[in-house]
């Protein structure tokens, strides 16, 4: 089972960031690793509406992800957000 099928078959359950998230946005790290969040969606099964994703996760999903790393739709801090994570930065729990 790859990866992402493994996030997919993980809906709705939690999903533990074990490193610091950078924010773009803000041009720095956020300063909290090992935070908790639930898993809303991910970017494959999201494909079917690519007009919600940001531009930058609807080009990733549209070409084949490695089975590393998956584009994740997330409850970070009561705030929904889509973030690309690797397979060695997160557990699912």
Not at 79 to 90: F, K, N, S
Request: proline residues 4%.
């Amino acid at each position: 089972m790859t990866f992402l099928e493994r996030i997919q078959a993980h809906k709705g359950g939690l999903l533990k960031i074990k490193t610091e998230l950078y924010w773009y946005g803000q041009g720095r790290y956020d300063g909290n690793p090992g935070r908790t969040c639930l898993i809303l969606d991910d970017a494959l099964a999201a494909q079917s509406t690519l007009a919600d994703l940001p531009a930058v996760f609807a080009a990733a999903a549209a070409a084949a992800p490695t089975d590393a790393s998956a584009a994740v739709y997330l409850l970070i801090d009561g705030q929904p957000q889509w973030i690309w994570v690797d397979e060695g930065d997160v557990e699912l729990l």
